[in-house]
């Protein structure tokens, strides 16, 4: 009987445990991805505006607190006494500075949204609405973590609710970015040949970024419908804002190239 019970507290710890680590894993590297891009991003555009470096820095600051958080997790996970299913502190900040990069990454982007779109009112209050329930549904989700302090308890029926509105909405806030952003720079895309031709390569860009993106939030909203009793949404999830973070500053630090590319065919034209 001990011994049933015994591998039964193991497995469960083993679908606990390993998708953390594993995450953890994959976003240690995309943290030194991180770096690179922020000191590329600073030392190429130094006449951005001072509200958008602010953004880009603290960023930077939020994805450094959850790599050591998600470092603290792995090593508490793994090297206390006892197999445990309690939630390291590591984790608990993890899911709280996730929630908050989502919501900034995901303001700048809507933001670029409403301006192409010529301040369509309609579109900004939709995607405010989805960015506003992808945050409070995941602060809520977050806190709700922190009182049951125990993945056991991750699938009791409030959390299901929290858990499928804030990633159900932070994936449909994804995709309808990327489809507006490459709709109105189609749109707005002009004949002439070497500025419609810059348009196609940024097209490109949003549509590489953004289907990086609204994959992983699909993987991370499907894996938590279809798999209650794992935590395997973990996986995806755990290197989720380090994907918003270097797909923003990916497209960022891409201007220099553009204008680059678009020189090199002035040049060619004349």
């Known amino acids: 009987m001990s011994n ?40 190429r555009y130094p006449e951005d505006s001072t509200t958008l470096k602010c953004f880009i820095a603290s960023l930077l600051f939020i994805d450094a607190i959850q790599t050591f958080a998600t470092a603290e997790a792995s090593m508490t996970l793994f090297l206390r006494r006892k197999i445990s299913t309690d939630y390291p502190l590591g984790i608990l900040l993890h899911l709280y500075f996730t929630t908050v990069s989502v919501a900034i990454v995901q303001g700048i982007y809507t933001y670029r949204v409403w301006i192409m779109s010529m301040k ?19 602060t809520a989700f977050d806190i709700l973590q922190e009182v049951h302090g125990d ?15 804030s990633m159900g909405s932070r994936m449909a806030c994804d995709i309808l970015i990327s489809i507006s952003l490459v709709y109105y720079l189609n749109k707005w895309r002009p004949e002439v040949r070497r500025t419609k031709n810059v348009i196609d390569r940024i097209i ?24 209650p009793q794992q935590v395997l949404f973990m996986l995806f999830f755990s290197i989720l804002s ?5 797909s923003l500053l990916v497209t960022l630090n891409a201007r220099a190239s553009l204008r680059n590319k678009n020189n090199e065919s002035e040049f060619e034209l004349e």
């Open 204 to 227: 490109v860009y949003v549509v590489g970024v953004g289907v990086v993106t609204s994959a992983f939030s699909a993987l991370v909203f499907i894996t938590w419908l279809a798999l």
């Open 4 to 43: 049933a019970l015994a591998m039964s507290i193991f497995a469960r710890f083993s679908n606990a445990a390993s998708p953390v680590l594993l995450g953890a894993f994959a976003s240690f590297p995309l943290f030194g991805v991180t770096i690179a891009q922020t000191v590329w991003y600073f030392r």
């Open 120 to 138: 369509n009112r309609l579109l900004l209050r939709t995607l405010i609405l989805l960015m506003t329930c992808q945050l409070v549904a995941g």
């Open 242 to 246: 380090k994907l918003y973070v270097n």
């Open 151 to 165: 993945a056991g308890h991750l699938h009791i029926r409030v959390n299901d609710i929290f858990g499928t509105l």
